[in-house]
């Protein structure tokens, strides 16, 4: 990765993991992607009371927030003081029952989650997901009026969120960072840094499975991210739309001024 060390940095407010800005990537013709910009993380359900000028400080105007509408009620956002809270409900189009109903077993049962997960290095259930956030169109509804808001946004820092911060906002961060000319290697990486910066706060799940006779690495294909997950999302990119110009331009329908703007915005 031909970066320096402090791009992909957490952001160290304990409360929110997986916190960090997507700027610093350099691009194939040698600008650089912005820092200060646009952050992603996890939900903001659980900000601490002493983390919240630390999060304040970030300046952010606009939080996005890709969730259901069951998991905004569920924990809402303790959204940074004045930022507007915009919902892009990407999922609310997919089949209800082939959700992840069964994950409060899985993770509590080694025996579900063996029966249900397998023992392979990747989940099905997210390799489909992620082909779904191209073609969904609560998804492109969703990714359209993101990127359209960046675009318009003239630079006011904004935050990506779902719930963990790894799979919606995964395919948001990456394919950003690719029609912003980020090379694959840099966005693979940046997306990649999950593993090292969520999987940690998910220590107390790992102990409790390991304690009712299950082996942890068991969940790592559904609690982290995985190199094909991200592959599948691209692979429906190519197939649909030829790259992710054409998914932007396409598939999203963002016009060619918003997209002239998402570059000038982010990119210096």
């Known amino acids: 990765m031909s970066t320096s060390s402090t791009v992909g940095a957490r952001i160290p407010i304990a409360s929110v993991p997986n916190l960090r800005d997507i ?19 996890t939900d903001l359900g659980r900000v601490a009371d002493g983390d919240v000028a630390a999060l304040d400080a970030l300046g952010i105007t606009t939080v996005f927030d890709l969730r259901t509408e069951s998991e905004r009620e569920l924990l809402p956002d303790r959204a940074p003081s004045g930022a507007k809270e915009v919902a892009l409900d990407v999922l609310a189009d997919t089949d209800p029952s082939a959700a992840p109903a069964m994950m409060q077993h899985i993770l509590t049962d080694p025996k579900v989650a063996e029966q249900l997960l397998g023992t392979g290095d990747t989940n099905e259930f997210l390799l489909k997901v992620y082909g779904e956030f191209v073609t969904l169109p609560s998804a492109v509804s969703s990714y359209r009026t993101l990127f359209t808001d960046l675009a318009r946004a003239q630079g006011a820092p904004a935050l990506i969120h779902c719930t963990t911060g790894k799979d919606r906002t995964g395919w948001a961060s990456a394919s950003l960072l690719l029609f912003l000319g980020v090379s694959e290697e840099d ?17 107390p799940v790992f102990d409790k499975f390991r304690a009712a006779g299950g082996n942890p690495d068991l969940l790592l294909p559904i609690l982290g991210v995985r190199r094909p997950y991200l592959e599948a999302a691209i692979e429906q990119v190519r197939a649909g739309f030829g790259d992710v110009e054409g998914y932007f331009a396409d598939g999203l329908g963002i016009s060619a001024a918003d997209r002239d703007a998402l570059r000038t915005n982010l990119l210096t």
Do not use: H
């Not at 700027?23 to 993380?41: E, F, I, L, N, Q």
């Not at 966005?187 to 220590?203: C, G, I, M, R, W």
């Open 187 to 203: 966005a693979f990486a940046d997306y990649l840094l999950t593993n090292e910066q969520l999987l940690p706060s998910f220590e």
């Open 23 to 41: 700027g610093g990537y350099p691009t194939a013709d040698g600008a650089r992607v912005r820092t200060g910009v646009v952050y992603r993380s």
